[in-house]
């Protein structure tokens, strides 16, 4: 089974969201990474936790000590606060098979070097082929902020966007589950 490792810090609430949904349907190890505990992140595996439990309680007939072992596979890793934390951790834990979500472009860059499918919060998937461009382009968006050319704003998502993403995740994730499943 592949994993899903999700740049917690950089993903939208509302993307987190539909991410969680899916999986806690299929049941998709995942990995959100972030400095800080996202209380949307633990009420899911709370809550997925105890879903699986009572369908093991139903089905399996299983006592309290043997029910208490069923967790959700939904895992909320908080790193240390610090410029690029999440993005190591990542990087050092994740293993093929596998896929990421983020916004951060140099952390995109790292996991495709490492093989990865990188899914974008705009939708976008990352590969090799088009990561350069993407990593030069956010260098230069760098370098005219610095020095006061261009100011950088973050729009609101709107549902357009949120609708490309989910649609991007869900072909990603069909994708994977075919093949890993």
């Known amino acids: 089974m592949f994993k899903l490792y999700v740049d917690a810090d950089s993903c939208p609430k509302n993307l987190r969201q539909i991410v969680l949904k899916a999986v806690m349907r299929h049941s998709i190890p995942s990995f959100f990474v972030a400095d800080r ?17 009572e369908e093991a309680r139903k089905e ?24 690029d934390s999440a993005d190591d951790w990542i990087v050092e834990h994740s ?3 596998c896929f990421a979500i ?18 974008d919060d705009r939708g976008k998937t990352l590969t090799r082929e088009n990561m350069a461009t993407r990593l030069s382009l956010r ?29 991007a995740f869900d072909t990603l994730l069909t994708s994977l589950l075919k093949q890993y499943r």
């Open 37 to 53: 505990v996202l209380k949307d992140v633990q009420a899911a595996y709370q809550a997925h936790t105890a879903v699986l439990r």
């Open 139 to 167: 260098n230069a968006m760098t370098e005219f902020r610095e020095m006061g050319i261009f100011a950088e704003k973050h729009d609101p998502m709107d549902g357009k966007q949120i609708k490309a993403f989910s649609d």
């Open 95 to 97: 293993q093929l098979p």
């Open 102 to 119: 983020t916004h951060d472009v140099p952390l995109a860059s790292r996991l495709v070097e490492k093989g990865m499918v990188v899914l």
């Open 60 to 83: 399996q007939g299983l006592n309290e000590n043997e029910l208490r072992l069923i967790k959700s596979p939904i895992t909320m890793v908080v790193v240390e606060a610090g410029m």
